[in-house]
């Protein structure tokens, strides 16, 4: 298409993910939180790595050849550990806890391009041979983390329809970036590696259009939670639901709270760790005006039904 090697797919998933992303800035024009804007890079970087992908590589580039491999490259190594990024922080969803942060994820995938397909390259001249030293330890260890990541998130203690769908649209998100390598190394199919990216991207809108969804059916029993002050409660008939004072994750942990779990229960549901549904209540205590979860309940829960 446009006298490049973009496939009409490629582009098609680059209109809708910019769509999403137009709509997103769109909704949020008068938000600031934190996880709005990590959505929001999480699009552009979808976009870019259609965009560089799809465009890229072309005979009249500036520079030498190889340059655009190492831009496409580049942009897909930080869009797949940026989206293991994304569920980490969003979802609290840690897979790896030994040596195993952010930071040296795109540390050692760095590093691996530059060891495994570069060096390679140069000495070679080949790209196919590149490739193939690449992607394949690669595939090898994503597919070591998709499996790590599946018994991590899976047989939760008390699931409800919502984490289980969770579950499953995060299990096509990191299934997502298990495949790439082997889609790179089938050979340049479009058509076949941007369908299996861009679904990452749909799974993750599709589990925030849920949570947001989630939210709203549960407006009647936290509003109670969130209207602290006489104007805020004066306001209730307009079916507000105010998130200023809790986050997101808080907002979870709430209603777990409220529904009578145990902490041990709402940790093993949400796949974080006990001490840290603590630290979330700790906060929800502090932010809702209770000293402790028996007063959260005998304040809230009877508000709620």
Same mark, same amino acid.
């Given at each position: ?18 769509? &999403? ?12 939180? +934190?996880? =709005? ?12 790595? %259609? ?14 050849? *190889? ?8 942009? $897909? ?12 922080? #969003? ?9 195993? +942060?952010?930071?040296?994820?795109? *540390? ?14 140069? =000495?070679? !001249? +080949? ?32 699931? %409800? ?38 679904? $990452?991207?749909? $799974?993750?809108?599709? &589990? #925030?259009? !849920? ?16 209207? =602290?002050?006489?104007?805020?409660? !004066?306001?209730?008939? #307009? ?14 942990? $709430? @209603?777990?709270? =409220?529904?009578?779990?145990?902490? /041990?229960? *709402? ?16 906060? &929800?205590?502090? /932010? ?6 028996? #007063?959260? @309940?005998?304040?809230?829960? /009877?508000?709620?039904?």
């Amino acid at each position: 298409m446009f006298g490049t090697s973009i496939h009409w797919t490629t582009f098609f998933y680059l209109l809708i993910d910019t769509v &999403i992303v137009l709509l997103t800035l769109y909704f949020s024009r008068k938000k600031t939180r +934190s996880s =709005l804007r990590r959505f929001l890079y999480l699009g552009f970087l979808f976009i870019a790595y %259609n965009a560089t992908g799809g465009f890229l590589p072309v005979e009249d580039f500036p520079g030498p050849f *190889i340059l655009q491999y190492i831009i496409t490259y580049g942009v $897909a190594i930080t869009l797949c550990v940026y989206i293991v990024y994304y569920l980490y922080k #969003e979802y609290d969803i840690v897979v790896l806890k030994f040596n195993s +942060s952010i930071r040296n994820l795109a *540390i050692l995938a760095s590093v691996s391009f530059i060891v495994l397909f570069l060096i390679p390259y140069f =000495l070679t !001249d +080949s790209l196919k041979s590149a490739r193939f030293l690449f992607t394949i330890p690669i595939s090898i260890l994503a597919f070591i983390f998709l499996f790590i990541f599946y018994r991590r998130i899976s047989n939760p203690s008390n699931p %409800n329809a919502f984490i289980l769908r969770r579950n499953k649209l995060s299990m096509v998100s990191v299934a997502s970036i298990a495949l790439l390598p082997i889609c790179t190394v089938i050979g340049d199919y479009q058509w076949i590696t941007f369908t299996v990216m861009n679904l $990452a991207f749909f $799974a993750i809108t599709a &589990i #925030e259009a !849920d949570r947001y969804l989630y939210f709203i059916e549960n407006n009647n029993r936290m509003y109670e939670v969130f209207a =602290l002050k006489k104007k805020q409660r !004066d306001e209730s008939v #307009e079916r507000k639901i105010i998130y200023e004072d809790l986050t997101r994750r808080e907002i979870e942990v $709430a @209603l777990s709270i =409220l529904s009578n779990l145990s902490y /041990k229960n *709402i940790a093993k549901d949400l796949f974080i760790a006990e001490s840290t549904v603590s630290k979330h209540a700790s906060n &929800i205590f502090k /932010k809702t005006g209770v000293k402790n979860r028996r #007063e959260f @309940l005998k304040r809230f829960r /009877k508000k709620s039904k």
